[in-house]
């Protein structure tokens, strides 16, 4: 089944502890992006990767990292969690850069304590 | 200026009735793609339909369409025979060149109650 799978799907954490949550797509899409949603300010793209080891800032990059390695992974880094991190976030991939559909994971909903 | 524009946060449909959610987006770029997702209340994030700026004729779905009046730059999303399990929020989205990047932009949601 084509998919995109991210994980963990809940994650409870404090404030300053290291975390990766981690997206994996068996489509072989290029174009990767990672998203938060958050209520009153809707999906805003934190990274995205248009290939492996090619990333850029989206919209909201501060306090994350990502890397692309391999195509099929494109894990989001929160190396010192805040409260203000506390979100729903989404993985999204592609087949090209052109786009077409963007397929969504079931999303990580994260809280920092 | 909101590049997606969703005017109904709420909106209420009876069982089997068809429903209409709008959507206006404003964009340069002659070449962009016009998307609807659904979003029920487990969270997920799944697709629906798309409209590409060059295609002629309507995006249609199953029981979804898109009634696209690029004039109009509107891309409603029409949702014919409701269901209860289309009870959820639905976003629109526009997918433009920005850069490097085919930066996808979200509306802020409608959310659609279906009432048996």
């Known amino acids: 089944e084509a998919q995109v799978t991210q994980n963990p799907r809940y994650l409870i954490t404090v404030t300053g502890k290291k975390l990766t949550v981690t997206c994996s797509q068996n489509m072989n899409h290029e174009y990767m992006s990672w998203y938060r949603q958050d209520p009153g300010l809707g999906l805003r793209q934190i990274y995205y990767?248009?290939?492996?080891?090619?990333?850029d800032k989206g919209d909201v990059p501060e306090g994350y990292k990502v890397s692309r390695k391999e195509k099929r992974n494109f894990p989001l880094i929160l190396e010192s969690p805040s409260p203000n991190q506390t979100s729903l976030y989404f993985c999204?991939?592609?087949?090209?850069?052109?786009?077409?559909?963007?397929?969504f994971g079931a999303g990580t909903r994260l809280s920092v304590l | 200026a909101q590049k997606i524009t969703q005017t109904q946060p709420g909106m209420f449909v009876q069982e089997k009735e068809a429903v209409t959610l709008d959507c206006t987006y404003d964009?340069?770029?002659?070449?962009?793609?016009l998307f609807w997702y659904k979003q029920p209340s487990s969270g997920e994030m799944i697709f629906l339909i798309y409209q590409g700026s060059y295609d002629q004729q309507n995006a249609t779905e199953g029981r979804y369409s898109l009634n696209f009046q690029k004039a109009r730059k509107s891309a409603n999303l029409v949702i014919s025979a409701s269901q209860l399990g289309d009870s959820a929020m639905y976003f629109c989205a526009m997918r433009e060149y920005q850069g490097s990047n085919y930066k996808l932009t979200f509306g802020k949601g409608t959310l659609l109650t279906v009432n048996p």
């Open positions: 999204a991939s592609s087949l090209s850069i052109q786009g077409s559909i963007q397929y």
């Open positions: 964009t340069s770029d002659p070449s962009y793609g």
């Open positions: 990767s248009m290939n492996v080891e090619v990333t």
